[in-house]
């Protein structure tokens, strides 16, 4: 099975493009190179690691480790987007609220993944 049958990367894929046009269109320009550049590093990374974590899944304990990494990451995108809102460099509650709550999701369903490679 390939990586991108995941649900996991599916909805990162979705964030990583979402999160990139929120950073295009609804910052200020000087938050570009600041927290919207580590916003975006950060959801890259989510998945990235999915990608590499899925390449060592006949290795279970890699596999569970690299989907450590993505929560971490994940937890990491959501305190970016926190900041940018209560700072005030992102206005636009629709576009937040819409970001954090995919971003929990994601959260949500690499944890469940964990638990369920744990079973097996």
Do not use: C
């Not at 894929?13 to 990139?20: F, G, T």
């Not at 269109?25 to 990235?48: D, T, Y």
Request: no cysteine.
């Amino acid at each position: 099975m390939s990586y991108k049958k995941l649900e996991v990367w599916q909805l990162a894929r979705e964030l990583v493009i979402d999160i990139h046009r929120m950073t295009l269109q609804n910052l200020p320009k000087f938050e570009m190179f600041e927290e919207g550049s580590q916003i975006r590093r950060s959801i890259k990374s989510v998945k990235s690691t999915i990608v590499e974590g899925h390449g060592r899944r006949r290795y279970q304990q890699e596999f569970i480790r690299f989907l450590t990494y993505a929560i971490a990451s994940n937890d990491e995108t959501i305190d970016h987007l926190e900041t940018l809102f209560e700072t005030e460099s992102l206005t636009d509650r629709q576009s937040y609220e819409n970001i954090h709550k995919k971003l929990e999701i994601l959260g949500k369903k690499l944890n469940l993944l964990i638990r369920i490679s744990l079973d097996f």
